[in-house]
């Protein structure tokens, strides 16, 4: 018996499992902890559900996408409204030094991945799907990836992103706080006096708090939808271009609007508005940013194979167990040593495990960890979610579909 869904009915199953995710979250620790999100609770949940309503033969579930894609640009494009070039250039080299450290890192992601492919006897783009995409990507450029690999007839290629970035998020978190403790000990940097001079500008990070009305959620969704139809264009245009390359690889739809709202954000920027009158109106464009993200999901997440892993469990075991040494070896002789071999650095390592293996907030958690046992490290905090938050998803992007082209 097959089950179709109707776009609404989707939309509203996802929300169900959303709100059922975060009830869960709130009442167990472990989800708190290693700071997975509500919707990929649910959305797994049940997906395992969906799994024993499929291999017993009683329901087949088929969901309708459509808004899955819509909410999945609305997020990436508020992504690039975050993406401040002003923060960028007044936040100092150490900043621009850290995003080539994790670009380096999703580099060799894929290079792993790759280089594994034929080791495990599965296809290079499938073994992407444990690089750089769910690793650094998390759920999010999962999301915008995996389904155009998918697309191109590499059966599987959702259901092994989603399941690596869930593991990377549990992974990343229980390797950066031990990692960078043993640095702290072994080179007994709480006895040193932090190298680093730096007039850190915080306020950089900062978005005012200040009451929303209807009329600046208004502005904020208006300006999303703008950077989403004139970025549809150019997504076109940019794959176009790519075509006359290469019929391997394009751009996921949310390019062009990432683009476009970066452009726009800058311009905002510059006119230094007053509050309210801003063309990006910040805090508006985050918490719309923030639904679409948690939709689509809850969405993407209830809708992947598990029984698609039934062939693939031996090679996804060894491919995230490279990335877990990948990790640690790029933490331990990259991260460490290129940030300053200080405490500041070893607090910047904890934190890169935890995003480059899964997500941001994951990262900071990690540095939160240790600066409660330790002492504060400002420059940390102001350097990782710059990188992590603003930067490392457009280096990843082009870096991904880099690898695309050559093993597609």
Known sequence: MTLELTMVQSAGWAVILLILGQWIKNRFYFFQRFAIPAPVIGGFLFSIVNLILNQTGILTI???????????????????YGASLKVLREAGSKVGLFLLVATGLCIFQNIVAVALAPVVNIEPALALMTGSTPMTGGHGVSGGIAP?????????????????ATFGLIAGSLMGGPLANRLIIKHNLM????????????????IPT??????????????????????????????????????????PSYMGPMLVAITLRYISDRRNSKPYQELVPDQEVEALGNIGLNVFLAMALMNIKLWQL???????????????????????????????????????????CGFGMGATP?????????VAKYKASKLSFFILPIVGGMFIDFTNLVNIMAFLSFVG
Do not use: C
């Open 191 to 206: 006895e040193k006096e932090a190298s680093h001079d730096v007039n850190i500008n915080t306020s950089l990070l900062t």
């Open 148 to 164: 155009l690999v998918e697309a191109t007839g590499v059966v599987g290629a959702e259901t092994v992103a989603y399941t690596a």
């Open 310 to 352: 039934a062939d693939l469990a031996g090679p996804l075991l060894v491919l995230l167990a490279a990335q877990v040494a990948l990790m640690w070896v790029w933490a331990n002789f990259v991260t460490f040593r290129v940030m300053g071999r200080d405490y500041d650095a070893a607090i910047i390592t904890a934190g890169h």
């Open 210 to 251: 200040r009451k929303l009305n209807p009329e600046s959620l208004l502005h904020g969704f208006i300006m999303i939808l703008v950077a989403m139809f004139l970025g549809s264009y150019l997504t076109d245009f940019i794959n176009y271009l790519v075509g006359q390359l290469t019929d391997r690889a394009a751009f």
């Open 62 to 80: 088929e969901f309708d996408t459509t808004l899955q894609s819509f909410f999945m640009v609305i997020f990436f494009t508020t992504v690039g």
């Open 362 to 370: 994951n990262g900071i958690a990690n540095m939160a960890s240790l």
